[in-house]
């Protein structure tokens, strides 16, 4: 199943009787992209809180995976059922909207879709917006079915260093990968993974969304990855899903995601790290 949808196919299918339309925009973002339109939303749209209600609040890293009764709990709020097409999208293109779009794979929903180009491309193809504001649900009846074999953690990311089975890809931009840019964020270390592969995460992407699923195969091909099973991490897990998905676009099937990515790994004690 494909993971996206265009604003063509979103517009025409406004009136599914189970769509769901997830907004996961965020107030800040890595790439300091300027967001255009802070309080609009999609007409029908609700709020997705990724950094807060749908992230583990006792994990000491950001953005972590919720427990799936977590996760239930929040997606019943929003009035979530299991039948439910969900689509999400974010207010600058693509940045967050992947990460939920993985998060929703990991909980076992298979109905759930990326939209290409987010909001902007939605305005720019005039189509109908609304101010945000705060909405209550009819409980819904989601109920995740967590399958752990959709992520990596840190003991597996060191085994990997020495069987190789696959290959680390890292979205960070190249200054930071090669530790020439200091990592923002207190205590941690700079540089990466032994072994890993650089690909920001923005190299991807032209306008706000994905470039064509043949432009990727190049970008793929140039990497050298011999096939192997590709393991995506980033700075905190929300851009590597951005190089998830177009993994999956041009048919790549064995993709994982170390969740803790650079936040954990550039904290930890007798790690290998390079420069």
């Not at 979103?10 to 965020?26: A, G, R």
């Not at 930071?176 to 540089?191: A, Q, T």
């Not at 998830?244 to 004690?269: H, P, R």
Request: proline content about 6%; some cysteine; glycine content about 6%.
């Amino acid at each position: 199943m494909k993971p996206l949808v265009s604003v063509k196919w979103l517009s025409e299918n406004l009136k599914l009787p189970d769509l769901v339309i997830l907004d996961v925009s965020l107030d800040s973002n890595v790439a300091n992209i300027e967001v255009e339109f802070p309080n609009l939303q999609i007409k029908g749209a609700r709020f997705f809180d990724l950094k807060g209600k749908f992230s583990d609040e006792k994990n000491p890293l950001p953005n972590t995976l919720p427990t799936p009764e977590a996760f239930s709990i929040e997606c019943q709020n929003l009035g979530i059922n299991n039948q439910s097409t969900i689509v999400v999208y974010d207010n600058i293109g693509i940045y967050a909207s992947p990460r939920v779009w993985w998060m929703f794979k990991s909980m076992g929903h298979k109905n759930i879709f990326v939209l290409n180009g987010g909001l902007p491309e939605w305005i720019k193809n005039n189509l109908k917006t609304e101010t945000i504001r705060k909405q209550t649900f009819s409980k819904g009846n989601f109920v995740a079915n967590f399958s752990p074999e959709f992520q990596k953690n840190a003991l597996q990311i060191k085994e990997n260093l020495l069987t190789r089975k696959a290959v680390v890809v890292d979205a960070r931009s190249k200054g930071r990968f090669c530790g020439i840019i200091p990592e923002s964020r207190e205590n941690l270390k700079s540089g990466h993974i032994p072994n890993s592969k650089n690909l920001p995460f923005m190299e991807v992407l032209k306008d706000g969304k994905f470039l064509p699923k043949e432009e990727l195969e190049i970008i793929f091909n140039h990497l050298n990855l011999n096939n192997q099973p590709l393991i995506f991490t980033c700075g905190s897990g929300l851009t590597a899903c951005t190089l998830l998905i177009a993994s999956v676009i041009i048919g790549n099937k064995n993709n994982f995601l170390y969740d803790g990515s650079w936040t954990e790994w550039g904290q930890l004690n007798g790690v290998p790290i390079e420069k």
